[in-house]
């Protein structure tokens, strides 16, 4: 986590739990100070943005196992099990109970006493009292926080961290503002790992504004704050407020240490945001940037990531050549640094294998794929689970363009299980069921692909999720598995919800959302409700005629639908006739290949 003041050669911890020999009845004076970390050369992506949430928020530190040392014992056989109230009273119990906290964490007695003795610190630190005694506070309730978000008690350590920010005042000196910095902080993170991607970014947000008070806006540790903080948006899909929030940190570190490695992350980080906003140019001067620095630091594995992201830009944009150059690049130091079977190796390889299939070239494709899997079944020691996951997901979804349905969902399942017991891969879990979901669909087994998007919707629902694009076109899919089941007025519902996401998102003329809407007509007229059938899709068609022209033979089933509605109505579509529709009317049709993909009622995908 970022630092607000600390010496270079501090413990990375944001909450320091020492084992000393101090005096028990000594009163710490501030929470340790947050170190400014080295900062990663490699950006988080936003898919596994919640990976890295779920493992460095300071809520989850590991406790260390084993057997404790005779001193902690020893110390602790000092405390009785059940302490009178009025012992509260004494002023030097809580410094002393939270000596022995951190020494029972430390020890590996189990984090239940350790809890007990920091709740009893700090409940006996505000009985004492004194606004010279609300850093003791705030430093008891941080401890208390990080066990019980150790223990999954994420409630818990949210009203402790509430309770020991607002024991701070930033206004009262630097020991002040770093107690608040740090318990901002770690409320964010601990907001994230249970999937409140706003309330986090709120948090972090004020710790940002706290430590550019107590730094000034120009300090490097604020540049560190300000990615962490970047790296949060990019997770909750806000590229506009990621972005500037980049541009700050690289116009820092620009700065203070051009041609640093800080420099490289920034500017991966940065191509990593103008690649979601669709800018695959501005990407790849960022990477050419990113890999020149790189490489005058001799960081090669970094720069054979660097060139899996050249690679993949080259794609978005046509360059199928460039983009299979840029990947044997990278493949080539990759096996040379890391090793044939290692999971970066095998993901260059699933790269390969998905731009062969685009391509054409099913053959090779297949091939890689197969390369890919070897190696994924015999992962290296202290490889990820979530790495492992993301190939999977990448090869699940060549297999299934390439009609090999029942593959794929071996993989899925596969990799769902490898994330059984992995916290805060809630966002990773969804889209793995998403996509189940649709396979399900496809090979007509309506159940479980209704069950597998109900699943990934309530994951999705409670989080910022549930304002993009892709939550919308899910619960269009969901609808569709719903009216497979004959349950056609909860089809309604997931489509009127899906319209109303999708046309705030995207707006109402993009094709996901005329496609929802058309949907929903078909549904009204399943229910009688012919009226606002008809409306509706007259509507959708005017849109698209509007955007495709009305000769355009896509538009055929939705004007035959619509003159069916209204002939049932008793009315006629009141449209200008294009005089050219006549004449290219005989040869779309010839020139059209129809595809069914639903009931007679139309419905789209």
Not at 50 to 63: I, Y
Not at 83 to 99: I, R, S
Not at 295 to 301: E, F, G
């Amino acid at each position: 986590m970022p630092g607000l003041v600390a010496p270079p050669e501090a413990t990375p911890l944001r909450i320091d739990i020492p084992v000393d020999d101090q005096d028990p009845a000594s009163v710490p004076k501030a929470p340790s100070p947050v170190p400014k970390k080295t900062p990663s050369t490699t950006p988080t992506s936003s898919r596994a943005r919640s990976d890295e949430r779920g493992s460095s928020s300071a809520g989850k530190r590991r406790m260390p196992l084993g057997r404790p040392n005779s001193a902690a014992a020893a110390t602790t056989d000092l405390v009785p099990a059940t302490m009178d109230e009025t012992a509260l009273d004494n002023p030097d119990l809580g410094p002393f109970l939270l000596k022995l906290a951190r020494r029972s964490i430390a020890s590996g007695e189990g984090p239940s006493k350790a809890l007990e003795y920091a709740l009893r610190a700090s409940q006996s630190i505000e009985r004492c009292g004194g606004d010279e005694r609300q850093l003791e506070l705030a430093m008891s309730l941080h401890v208390a926080a990080a066990i019980y978000s150790g223990m999954g008690q994420h409630e818990e350590a949210v009203e402790a961290l509430e309770r020991a920010v607002g024991a701070t005042d930033p206004e009262r000196g630097p020991d002040h503002a770093l107690a608040a910095f740090s318990g901002y902080m770690q409320l964010g993170d601990t907001h994230a790992v249970a999937g409140r991607m706003e309330q986090s970014i709120a948090c972090y947000t004020k710790g940002l504004q706290i430590q550019m008070d107590a730094l000034g806006e120009a300090d490097t540790r604020v540049a560190e704050t300000c990615r962490y903080l970047a790296e949060a948006h990019v997770q909750a899909m806000q590229f506009d407020e990621a972005e500037k929030l980049c541009y700050k940190t690289l116009e820092i570190h620009q700065h203070s240490a051009p041609g640093s490695l800080e420099e490289a992350a920034d500017r991966r980080l940065m191509a990593l945001i103008c690649e979601a906003k669709g800018d695959h140019e501005a990407v790849l001067d960022h990477l050419v940037l990113a890999s020149m620095i790189l490489i005058s630091h001799a960081q090669d594995v970094d720069v054979a990531a660097v060139d899996v992201g050249i690679g993949d830009s080259h794609v978005a944009l046509g360059r199928f050549d460039e983009a299979i150059f840029s990947y044997q690049k990278a493949l080539t130091i990759l096996k040379s640094t890391k090793g044939e079977n290692h999971q970066s190796v095998a993901s260059v390889v699933v790269r390969l294998a998905g731009l062969y299939f685009k391509t054409g070239k099913l053959r090779e494709s297949k091939s890689y794929c197969e390369n890919a899997l070897k190696i994924y079944a015999k992962p290296l020691r202290g490889s990820s689970n979530e790495d492992l996951v993301g190939g999977m997901m990448e090869i699940a979804a060549i297999y299934e363009a390439m009609s090999d349905p029942e593959e794929a969902l071996k993989l899925l399942l596969k990799a769902l299980k490898l994330l059984e017991d992995s916290p805060g891969q809630w966002r990773t879990v969804a889209g793995i069921e998403a996509q189940m979901g649709v396979i399900y669909y496809m090979v007509g087994q309506y159940n479980e692909a209704k069950s597998s998007f109900e699943s990934s919707v309530s994951k999705l629902r409670t989080s910022t999720e549930r304002k993009s694009a892709f939550f919308g076109v899910l619960l269009n899919q969901m609808g569709l598995a719903s009216l497979q089941l004959f349950k056609v007025d909860e089809a309604a519902t997931l489509f009127e919800e899906a319209r109303a996401v999708l046309e705030k998102e995207c707006g109402t003329s993009h094709k996901d959302t005329l496609g929802v809407c058309s949907n929903l007509s078909a549904t009204y007229d399943a229910m009688g409700r012919v009226e606002e059938a008809i409306d509706l899709l007259g509507n959708v068609l005017k849109l698209r005629e509007e955007k495709l022209g009305t000769a355009n033979p896509d538009l055929d089933d939705e004007k035959k639908r619509l003159a069916e509605l209204l002939k049932e109505a008793g009315r006629s579509r009141n449209k200008k006739q294009n005089p050219l529709e006549n004449l290219l009317v005989t040869n779309s049709q010839r020139a059209k290949e129809v595809r069914k993909k639903w009931s007679a009622f139309g419905f789209k995908g």
